[in-house]
């Protein structure tokens, strides 16, 4: 088993308060020491968290591969072959999002992901993609030749929410599980 770090939280800090600090880059030597085997951030479209600088710092500096989390649109491919991450994860993305709220449609988006996919590996790239825990997708996920996947698991965690706490008992319960 391997322990993967994602460092976007300090991303989200920093832009929170408007200010240099913390940076990321802090946060290599600190995950190395506590015994880390990967570093991952997630470079978003609209930059709201993580910088360009600080994906180009993080994967030159590291001494751990970085696993580099973005969405499938050509403009952020271009960025992760001319970066060349150890490993790029695939993710679906939208603006209005917090957080991700669901795996890659891998069935309904082939064209699309076969693309970026056949780019990253030409650049020697290892592929992930974040999909739904579900059995068709994990198919879908082996037929497109990725190295690996990983699994959306909100739902599960949704449900130990509502199972073990007072939230179903309140106006404030998840609508969809």
């Not at 790029?88 to 996919?117: C, M, S, Y």
């Not at 997708?137 to 199972?163: Q, R």
Request: aromatic share 4%; with cysteine.
């Amino acid at each position: 088993m391997y322990l993967g770090v994602n460092i976007d939280h300090i991303a989200v800090l920093r832009e929170a308060r408007k200010v240099a600090d913390p940076d990321p880059l802090d946060a290599l030597s600190i995950c190395k020491r506590a015994g880390a085997d990967q570093i991952t951030i997630h470079l978003r479209e609209d930059r709201r968290h993580m910088q360009d600088m600080d994906a180009k710092n993080i994967i030159a500096l590291s001494t751990l591969p970085v696993n580099l989390e973005c969405a499938t649109e050509p403009s952020m491919i271009d960025i992760a072959c001319e970066l060349r991450p150890h490993r790029v994860t695939l993710v679906p993305e939208k603006r209005e999002e917090v957080t991700t709220e669901g795996g890659l449609a891998v069935t309904g988006e082939q064209p699309k992901l076969k693309e970026a996919i056949k780019r990253l590996h030409a650049q020697e790239i290892e592929v992930s993609l974040f999909i739904d825990p579900t059995l068709e997708a994990v198919k879908a996920s082996l037929d497109l030749g990725v190295e690996w996947i990983e699994f959306h698991t909100g739902k599960y965690a949704n449900v130990y929410a509502m199972l073990y706490t007072n939230l179903s008992k309140t106006h404030h319960t998840i609508p969809e599980l």
